[in-house]
Structures are given as C-alpha cells and as structure tokens.
C-alpha cells in the first residue's frame, strides 16, 4: 500500500494555516497542522517568513504534495492582492522543493467537507474533527489547512 502526504496552506497575510495528512490506500491520517503567525512588519518581510516557514514544515513532514485555496474575490483589492502574494509565497516554497501543486476554490473545499459551498468556519471544524477522529477541534486556519488537503484528497488528484 503506498502512503503519501498532503499538505494544505490556507493563505493570509497575517495567519497562514497548514495541515498535513497522510493517505494509506483509502484512509486519511492527521499528521500535523498549525498556524504561520506573521509580525506587523512590511509585506515582504512576512512573504520571506512565509516562504521559510512552508520550507521548515515541508523539511518536517516531508509531504509529497500540496495544496492552496485559490485567490476568492474579495471586496478589498489591496487584501487580495496581499492575499495572493502570500499564496505565492507559500507555492514558491513548495514548487522550489519539486512538489506538485493544486488549487481548489473554496466553496468547492467546504462542499467537499460540509454538503454546501457556503459552509461555515465552525461546520468546517467540526467535519475535519470528525473526518480526522481527532480528539479536539483544531483553530480555524488549521482547520481550513486541513480541509483543503482532505479537498485534494476527495477530487482524485490526491489518491494512489
């Protein structure tokens, strides 16, 4: 049976999330999971914390594989665009190591998870708690972490 390991970044510019898990044949593990918590400093010295943190977690739990929520449109341009330099930041630690990288959006992470696309935070919670068997809820932005790579996992790109 091949095992492999998925990580999963839910981007930000001020908390960045991550999940690991591991796949064995049709069943998924909890490995890690965390939260990236970036200084009130410029924006490229908190892309370069980004970019060395995803190095640190990759030199960890060697994952085989990642995954990143894509770029949702949001209402204020200068968070998305800081929102995708820091899922730029993030990509780059991982295609820079050879990993293979795919983007779900994220109404497709929480109907993957949940049933519906507008799924919230705490039901997101919850079905990684619950999918995971794990034994508390993990915080918001690891939980998102988590869902994305459990996402990746579900849509075949992320099976054996």
């Known amino acids: ?5 998925i990580l999963g970044i839910d981007p930000g510019s001020i908390k960045t999330g991550f999940g690991v898990i591991e796949v064995r044949g049709t069943q998924i593990f909890y490995i890690a ?3 990236i918590r970036l200084p009130r ?3 490229p010295e908190r892309l370069g914390i980004i970019f060395q943190s995803v190095q640190e977690i990759m ?15 949001a209402k204020n341009p200068s968070s998305a665009l800081k ?8 990509i780059t630690a991982c295609v820079n190591k050879g990993l293979p990288v795919s983007e779900y959006a994220a109404r497709l992470v929480k109907q993957s998870l949940v049933g519906s696309g ?8 919850y079905m990684v708690t619950k999918l995971l068997k794990l034994s508390a809820e993990p915080g918001e932005d690891a939980a998102d ?3 994305i790579a459990i996402c990746h996992y579900h849509h075949g790109r992320g099976r054996s």
Do not use: C, Y
């Open 1 to 5: 049976m091949q095992t492999r390991r």
């Open 33 to 35: 999971s965390g939260v």
């Open 41 to 43: 400093k410029p924006l």
């Open 59 to 73: 030199q960890e739990h060697q994952p085989d594989e990642m995954a990143v929520e894509e770029v949702f449109l």
């Open 83 to 90: 929102l995708g330099q820091a899922r730029g930041a993030a």
């Open 118 to 125: 507008a799924a919230d935070k705490s039901q997101i919670q």
């Open 145 to 147: 972490a988590l869902a």
